[in-house]
């Protein structure tokens, strides 16, 4: 099979895998086709949680015909009983002859064991195909599954020279309405729970929720850092869609608050604290345990910088308005990095707004 | 004659003008057409000071034919001698029957008084005619007419969280090699002056020359801040093409080091200060006084905070690179605004290079 068509059918898989964006969770998106005299002759995609795998769909949508076929699949298929029985027992069965894979199951316990499986059956096996893309489609399934910690992304808006508010603590609104939109129907309405520090709740009392564009799926988790319990019990965050759960220190002696707090359907979690502070790994294993796959994190500086410090975050988005601001309210004000090993921002992508510029990208850390 | 017809010959005065653009200072660009049945019968531009004005050059190129004509200009006329006779008279003579202008002479002096002669003198007179463009390819010289101050340019190249140097101070290099050749050719060679504190003079000992690109007159002044002459005598300032101008404190004592100085060539201005800092406008007076109608400034953090909080920058260049850095070097560290007023960058725009995002455009002050 010439190269160029391996990329053609591993492309195809990811645009199958893609159909099913944000729905598929905690399973990755995947993608199959198989293929016979260089044509596909039939496809499959993994639709939600127990759903089909990809494989199995493709194979049983070509019947008997996939015997013979070769089978391309962005990530490797699956040889243990979870919700659906091994892919792999599928393949043997139909016959198909050669299995293309992108990557190998980032699962210590199964990487690279279905190949071998497949293998020991005198399958043809090939895999790396497009590796890079297939990594980058399923970033977030390949952080949870070889971390056990939500994918995190950080969302800024901020001044020219870097500030997330005036002196005043004012920051209603630094960038303007199109901005905002894009950050709710983008950004806001593709995660599974939305983390800011007290103070942004004390002093923007924010609502956390989706306002514009459609949502996937539920409204996400509302997770406020709250160390000593200050949050009113009018906060915008105990009212609206979605849960909301409260990261509190083991020390906090705030009792009743907190059964008052618990008696309106908060989550309360206490962890232990050093001056305010949580671990943030440790707080993160402690969301993924909660179902929280994808985290996104939105303020103010103090808690940005923590998980920059941590490097515990993942991706950035940062809205540049285009004015000067000064002041004490910057946008990192973390233990800073030296210009020869920086917190880089690569495979940036950068789009223009009217009063602002968004620059965002992967966080890469020395 | 219609409107779009007006707008099309103004359009080919704005780029007539243009063709002499950085050569006509101390004057403006100015561009002319002569037209005639709806045909543009002759042309003219301003080459540089001591040439012949842009109507005198489209005039003369008509000769006998320019009577009858209307004459488009981007500028009101000169009613008086300077360095070549009024053009009111030439138009007068001419026969041209009607004048169609962009922006009146910003000098108070002139202003409106080129056009009151025409008009007793039975020409018709239009002005006004893409009046915003005009003043934008002339916004130098309306700075330097009005105020008597050299137009100010910030140049600036920092951190996605606002830091023109690591926390040790280190700032070589932020931004990438693309993004510095087009600082050299674009930025800095399109000025009279470069101006920086003696701390960027003492921390990064820069030869403020210009090393990419063609220098469209000579390569500028380098102008330090440096209240106590703490200036090295073997800066890289006091080295290589371009004069230097050193700004210190009346009240430094150090006259060995200012005669030394002055018998390598320096200029010394001595100003009075407070703290160590100058007050920006009457800085800027006296550099205009020595020449400088463009004022580059490029740092540091200090230098570009008294420039933003006198109200005395027109323009800022930032290069917002793709890292998180951290630490005390501000890009903006003076007393802040409030985000209902805040220093507002308008006209915007937006240059992508590999690792640097280049936003740009006009300083706007509350």
Redesign the interface.
Known sequence: MPESLDLKFMSECLNLARKAEGKTLPNPMVGSVLVKNNKIISRGYHKKSGSPHAEAEAINNAGRNAKGAILYVNLEPCSSYGKTPPCVDAIIRSGIKKVVVAVKDPNPKHNGRGLKILSRHGIEVKCGVMKEQACELNKVFLKNVTEKMPYVTLKVA??????L????G???W?TDHDARMFSHSRIRSNTDAILVGINTVLKDDPLLSVRYGRLKTSNPIKVVLDSSLKVSLNSGILKGPGRTIIVSSEKCSNRAKAKTLANKGVKIIALPSKSGFFNIKDLLKILYSQGIYRLLVEGGGSVI?SF?DAKAADY?Y?F?A??????DY???????????K?????N?E?K?FKNS?L?S?D?SYV
Chains 1, 2 share one sequence.
């Open positions: 901020c001044s020219l020279d870097g500030r508010a005036d002196f005043g004012e920051s209603k630094i910088s920059i950035i940062i540049t285009n004015m000067i601001l000064g002041g910057l946008v990192y004000n973390g233990r800073g990095f030296r210009l020869s920086p917190v880089k921002v690569i940036r950068v223009i510029v620059i990208g966080l």
